[in-house]
């Protein structure tokens, strides 16, 4: 199921949250399945996009928060 809007972002920048702790700690590293390897693999392609797209992001915000 995927997020409600409103909390979208927020919800992810939890979820986020807790896969750098997982990396930061090696939490279970060595039991990762093939899908979880998958997704972290995803995670880093989704984390450079998002660099990537920083000044559109940052201009979203601010926009935002002017309304």
Known sequence: MSNMSYCRF?????????????????????????DEINGLEN???????????EDTIWEIIEKARKQ
């Open 43 to 53: 995670l880093l392609a989704d984390a450079r996009n998002i660099v990537d797209m």
């Open 10 to 34: 927020q919800n992810t920048s939890m979820d986020l949250g807790d896969c750098v702790d997982a990396l930061e700690n090696h939490w279970d590293m060595d039991d990762l399945s093939t």
